[in-house]
């Protein structure tokens, strides 16, 4: 079955710091989601990509969507202690209503 | 205010006694879906439901019942609970049939099977 799978597991960054997250898919997306997953919270949708290639941007974050639609990644520009959390990607396969989540990357930011 | 709401949020139970985690939504969401969430694991799609009595597999269904006889409603049923379905429950809606849109996810139902 499709396999979607996140590097790094965790990552400890200084504030000030960038990040990247990596997701990679098994087989080919037609869309790709993230969420970000606060300690003791729900996931929170931040944003969809559709389009090979596309690129979007919110503030500090930038999502980037492969040329071959099977990877994803998610940058963040001068982490802030707000950004702790666990991000995710999910995506769907084809015409399929079925959504894989990826195994997420635990971020923790330390002043 | 636009929501999903679980019951319960916290659950103990034994091994074998059924037990409904129920879910609802006022947003007049055409999708729900329900994802167990375990360390390391992420969170893995249980049963999913494009409309009313339109319900299908995710990639962990095995020991799960889901029922969809009202839009704004998606119980989850544990018809005999076992140790391995200790874990924490998200339901989710989407406006989309499809579930390609924004997901909403209620606050999570974490149960612990003895």
């Known amino acids: 079955g499709q396999q979607v799978m996140q590097i790094p597991q965790y990552q400890h960054v200084q504030e000030g710091e960038d990040f990247t997250t990596y997701c990679n898919s098994s087989?080919?997306?037609?869309?790709i989601q993230w969420y970000k997953q606060r300690p003791g919270g729900h996931p929170v949708f931040l944003i969809q990509l559709v389009k090979s290639g596309e690129v979007k941007k919110q503030k500090r974050l930038t999502f980037q969507f492969g040329e071959a639609k099977k990877n994803s990644s998610l940058h963040i520009t001068a982490t802030q202690t707000t950004d702790v959390g666990t991000y995710f990607c999910?995506?769907?396969?084809?015409?399929?209503?079925?959504?894989?989540f990826g195994t997420g990357t635990r971020l923790q930011v330390t002043l | 205010e636009a929501q999903v709401t679980q019951n319960p949020r916290y659950l103990i139970t034994v091994t074998g006694k059924k037990l409904t985690v129920t879910c609802s939504q006022n947003?007049?969401?055409?999708?729900m879906s329900w994802y167990r969430q375990d360390p390391g694991l992420g969170l893995r799609q249980i049963y999913y439901?494009?409309?009313?009595?339109?319900?299908d597999k995710g990639d962990v269904p095995e020991g799960y019942k889901v029922s969809r006889k009202e839009k704004r409603n998606f119980p989850l049923i544990l018809e005999s609970p076992s140790p391995n379905q200790t874990s924490l429950y998200f339901c989710?809606?989407?406006?989309?049939?499809?579930?390609?849109?924004?997901?909403?996810f209620g606050p999570g139902t974490r149960l612990l099977v003895l």
């Open positions: 999910a995506g769907h396969t084809g015409t399929a209503s079925k959504l894989t």
């Open positions: 947003m007049n969401h055409e999708y």
């Open positions: 989710a809606s989407s406006r989309s049939r499809t579930g390609a849109e924004t997901q909403y």
């Open positions: 087989t080919t997306l037609s869309n």
């Open positions: 439901s494009m409309n009313v009595e339109v319900t």
